[in-house]
């Protein structure tokens, strides 16, 4: 199993940016495609962003133009680089593989953004 460690969530007013980081620890693989998830409150978990071996993203409608994916392969790390956030943003983020739970990969506990003035 692959323990994945999420970190740089904090509070936020609208319009500012927040970089968060994914750590893997234990077993790791390069050769997999990794992605940043999100579950607002009452909501289910969404996919908003995924970045793949040869670099190539991709991500959902709600945040493109306003956070980037990028990767790290030597390191088995991922980052999330967030502009311009909105109160809809507010979430609990997390790292997966892309598609999520792959060859031991499993949840971790997420790190909280809150976007509010």
């Known amino acids: 199993q692959v323990q994945l460690v999420e970190s740089g969530g904090g509070l936020v007013q609208p319009g500012g940016s927040l970089r968060l980081s994914c750590v893997a620890s234990?077993?790791?693989?390069?050769?997999?495609?990794m992605a940043w998830y999100r579950q607002a409150p009452g909501k289910q978990r969404e996919f908003i962003a995924g970045v793949h071996l040869g670099g190539i993203t991709n991500y959902a409608d709600s945040v493109k133009g306003r956070f980037t994916i990028s990767r790290d392969n030597a390191k088995n790390t991922v980052a999330l680089q967030m502009n311009s956030l909105k109160p809809e943003d507010t979430a609990v983020y997390y790292c997966n593989t892309y598609p999520p739970q792959k060859w031991g990969y499993t949840w971790g506990q997420g790190t909280q953004v809150t976007v509010s003035s």
């Open positions: 234990g077993r790791s693989d390069s050769i997999i495609a």
